[in-house]
């Protein structure tokens, strides 16, 4: 068994990241999930939220929104829409974006109600990541 | 023969044409190189989700509108050329490729849909009915056109209205070489599976569903299929103008350098016959 994984992260536009990785978290579609060596064949879609891997000591972290993670026993893929680390982001415009979105929620019809949720969750992310560093 | 001042006028204006032809070969390299960025830089991303693609395919029997194959014959082929010319080659053989297959009947019943000005132009004075078409795409491609055209697609797919999408482009292979490729979008042929003999067999899990991931996974493929072939396009258009102006400006050069001979000839010639009228005016007087 591979004692760490090999961590890819794509977006439609580059490559975010190659490298290794003894403990993955990966913001899927229905919660968190940890991703240790050997973890079974699974295939997820993604949330919105934090990946957070860990090796040896250092931990890094980005924002993802949308796509799919692939997890192979000793591998794991992010296929994500969005992925930021975290000094790409711009705190203040998150702030803006999420106050903005959360005021039209309020008001907001059901078929709005996807879109504007997923805003205010990458808002909160982007935050909740820039504030963890 | 013509006078010298008609040949230092030639020269001049060939000259003209060199300069231009010269810079607009430099641009084009350095919008091709912008192009071969955008070309590999989204590589991983496709070749990432076609292997997990070839992996669910390969592992699941869920079905998807996506994958379903119909008899009917109802083909959009979608024609990818570019808005600008003086590209050499690039348009009309691709165009001309089509028109033949299209004569042949190779798909009996298809629409047009064209990308590009020069496809738009072309087919506008001729027989084949157009469906839709973009005048402006190419010219500022950006990484939203292949989910927008790719949703298009899949909608009139899915819709009933046609049962097969094609799409005809130039594949950037290296700068010297374009190929034209003609290939189904839809419905989707799953990549193939590369053999890996420890892990087939074994089913992912899946979260939510095996339906649900298929649901986002396939139009996903579409779209990056589609915005691959667009820059792949974009940066074989650049390549083919680069190399065809090299080639003006080359031959622009030669044309100088033979015009050039042809000017002092010229001159020589006249000075020459003003001499022997000056020796002769001289002879005729002293005899």
Redesign the interface.
Known sequence: MAETLRLEVVTPSRRVLEGRASEVRIPGVLGELGVLPGHTPLLTSLGTGELKWSEGGTEGRLVVQGGFAEVQPDAVTVLATIAETVDQIDVEAARSALTDAEAALKTASAEEFDALDATVRLAQARIGAAAAR | MPSTRDLTRRIRSVKGTQQITKAMKMVAAAKLRRAQD?VT??R??AD??SR?LA??ADRTEESHPLLERRSGGRIWLVVVSSDKGLCGSFNANLLRQIERDLKKKRWPDAELVVIGRKASDYFRVREFPVVHQERDTMNQLS?ADGPRLGAMFMKAFTSGQVDEVWIAYNKFVSVLRQEITIEQLLPIQPPAAESNAE?AG???????NAE??LA??LP?YVE?EV?TVLYDSAAAEQASRMTSMGAATKNAGEMIDALTMLYNRTRQAAITKELIEIVSGAQALGD
């Open positions: 955008a830089n989204a991983p991303y990432t989700l997990v992996n669910v990484a892990e074994t089913d992912y899990l899946y979260e939510p649900g991931l986002a996974l996903a990056t915005q």
